[in-house]
């Protein structure tokens, strides 16, 4: 078996570890974390920072990632079959509900957001490209795990941390909320995750009828839910309409 090359495992490790907070880190935060000693990792950083895929803050001396990165992850993003049938209708969904749009697919043990349309007002909003969240409690997340086996068990083999006093963490409700989800199509989180936001979503298909992803509407709980406490029925059929459409551009066909 070939061996791994031991200085792209640092660059890669560090890469992952600048990717992993909001801050920005020093020469000695970065060799501490990994246990290098700092003339080693300051070449590594200044051999990613020539190539674009980190950046020094002129001020601190701290480092980030840099744009190169954005730009490599964009193009993959770009020839996802998943993201490219999803752009218009995604689009659509945004323009009709007035709320942030989401796809998501399952990475490891939560949600990968692999594409954002921003709510079409002139609110300042952060794209979230490339985000996690959690599987257990957000209403992309709950979707993956109703409908996908995998993530089904990924949900269920991890600590449910509880976000807020509405977030289901017990075996016995969070599978009740699976069985509640499979039955009427879609799924919502109602401040499980994050207080004052609610969200729906349903579930996208390929041409074998397999749960590949899905779609989410998300805002302000007094936007998207209605006087009962849930969601609108009228924003719950776009968003299952604009998840039906991805998955027939997929070749899921009508169902």
């Not at 600048?18 to 801050?23: D, K, N, P, W, Y």
């Not at 674009?52 to 001020?59: I, R, W, Y």
């Not at 701290?62 to 993003?77: D, F, H, I």
Request: net charge negative.
């Amino acid at each position: 078996m070939a061996r791994n090359i031991q200085s792209l495992e640092r660059a890669a490790a560090m890469l992952r570890l600048l990717a992993g907070g909001e801050r920005r880190l020093g020469l000695s935060d970065v060799a501490g974390a990994l246990g290098l000693a700092k003339g080693t990792a300051h070449g590594i950083l200044r051999t990613l920072q020539a190539e674009g895929f980190v950046e020094q803050d002129p001020a601190s001396g701290r480092y980030q990632l840099g744009a190169e990165l954005l730009r490599l992850g964009n193009s993959y993003l770009d020839v996802h079959e998943l993201r490219a049938r999803a752009l218009v209708w995604t689009d659509d969904l945004a323009r009709a509900s007035g709320e942030s749009v989401y796809v998501g697919v399952l990475h490891k043990s939560g949600v990968l957001i692999m594409h954002h349309v921003f709510r079409p007002d002139d609110s300042r909003q952060v794209l979230e490209v490339g985000a996690m969240q959690p599987l257990h409690s957000t209403a992309l997340g709950k979707v993956l795990s109703a409908f996908d086996p995998v993530a089904h068990t990924e949900a269920v083999e991890v600590e449910r941390e509880a976000f807020t006093p509405r977030t289901v963490t017990d075996p016995a409700g969070f599978e009740e909320v699976l069985d509640l989800t499979r039955a009427r199509g879609w799924a919502s989180d109602v401040e499980e995750t994050w207080d004052g936001i609610a969200s729906v979503a349903a579930p996208i298909y390929d041409r074998r009828r397999m749960p590949v992803g899905a779609v989410a509407v998300a805002g302000a709980v007094e936007r998207v839910c209605g006087e009962s406490g849930e969601p609108r029925p009228a924003l719950v059929a776009s968003v299952r309409d604009c998840a039906r459409s991805v998955s027939r551009d997929l070749g899921a066909g009508r169902f």
